[in-house]
């Protein structure tokens, strides 16, 4: 059974940093594009970053760029999110989201081209 599970959300102040993890069972993860994206109240879901199956070629949305980094494990069978100089507006429930064969060009903007969805984790920055 395919299984997607984000994790590493919480609470941090203005100017924190997490890192989200996202683990995969039930299949190896080498074949797909990793998407994070991500979704406050009231605001339509938004495309934060992605990064390709071959782990080349990486793509940020212009509000988190030069704060955030995709990165990708493939042994451990993890995608990753490491989020630094949080802000207040970063408040929202991230997802990971996996678009197979994506080997050259991932889709920040399409998340129709994504197959599988995890569940979200919650990230507040608040002080």
């Known amino acids: 059974q395919l299984h997607i599970v984000e994790s590493g959300g919480g609470l941090v102040q203005p100017g924190g940093s997490l890192r989200l993890s996202c683990v995969a069972s039930g299949f190896t993860l080498e074949n797909y594009a990793i998407g994070w994206f991500r979704q406050a109240p009231g605001k339509e879901r938004e495309g934060v970053s992605c990064i390709t199956a071959s782990g080349v070629t990486t793509d940020y949305a212009d509000s988190v760029k030069g704060r955030f980094t995709i990165s990708r494990d493939n042994a451990k069978n993890t995608a990753y999110l490491h989020m630094d100089s949080l802000r207040p507006e970063d408040t929202a429930v991230y997802y990971c989201?996996?678009?197979?064969?994506?080997?050259?060009?991932?889709?920040?903007?399409?998340?129709?081209?994504?197959?599988?969805w995890g569940q979200g984790t919650q990230v507040a920055v608040s002080s």
């Open positions: 989201a996996l678009n197979w064969g994506a080997y050259v060009h991932c889709s920040r903007d399409a998340p129709w081209e994504y197959n599988y």
